[in-house]
């Protein structure tokens, strides 16, 4: 199973929106709404903060939002703030119980 | 609040064995499907394998590179995951979470622990 695949880096300024894409292939992404997104911070624990593609888990700020077409998953941050500099990484179920994750995407706030 | 505890990391030799464990509290866990996820130093993370929760069978899946070497199970009544993992490689040096698993999501992770596999 291969890695999904993301954006090395992308980078925004406080106060502007950002943007990272996750492809997978019509056997993952495509295939399910079971798309999730994680951040994490350097020498810390991935934390949800998208499930099912679009949802939000109580705690995460409206910020953050998923989203998806075809075999490509989003997740936009919008509002950038000093905090939200991290690595983050999509995840796809992929069938026969398995699952995928993203090459990862370490976002930097200028 | 959901808390989750591994322990058990450390060095091993190739082809040597190691059990983890995962210490969970603050939700019902033997109504949970728990799952174990490892990172590689300055890789993305990779699924390791899943264990329902007995009323669903308690069934166990595998990711591809650790089927038939890695085994989950879990004693509920000790609210405790783990994970034995046997005739390890040096592929296998990550750090090792445990997760509470929902809806094709790892909802809650725990600090983790090292495990390096090297002579």
């Known amino acids: 199973q291969s890695a999904l695949t993301q954006p090395p880096s992308a980078s925004g300024s406080p106060g502007q929106s950002v943007t990272i894409s996750c492809t997978g292939t019509s056997s993952d992404v495509g295939a399910y709404n079971y798309v999730s997104w994680y951040q994490q911070h350097p020498g810390k624990a991935p934390k949800l903060m998208i499930s099912e593609v679009t949802k939000r888990p109580s705690g995460v700020p409206d910020r953050f939002s998923g989203s998806k077409s075809g075999n490509t998953a989003s997740l936009t941050v919008s509002g950038l703030q000093a905090e939200d500099e991290a690595d983050y990484y999509c995840s796809s179920f992929a069938g026969s119980n398995n699952f995928v994750f993203g090459t990862g995407t370490k976002v930097t706030v200028l | 609040e959901v808390q989750l505890v591994e322990s058990g990391g450390g060095l091993v030799k190739p082809g040597g064995s190691l059990r983890l464990s995962c210490a969970a509290s603050g939700f019902t866990f033997s109504h949970s499907w728990m799952s174990w996820v490892r990172q590689a130093a300055g890789k993305g993370p990779e699924w390791v394998g899943r264990i329902k929760s007995k009323s669903d069978g308690g069934t166990t899946d595998y990711a591809t590179p650790v089927k038939g070497r890695f085994t989950i199970s879990r004693d509920d009544p000790e609210n405790t995951l783990y994970l034995q993992m046997n005739s390890l490689k040096t592929e296998d040096t990550a750090v090792y979470y445990c997760?509470?698993?929902?809806?094709?999501?790892?909802?809650?992770w725990g600090q983790g622990t090292l495990v390096t596999v090297s002579s």
């Open positions: 997760t509470v698993y929902t809806y094709g999501t790892m909802q809650s």
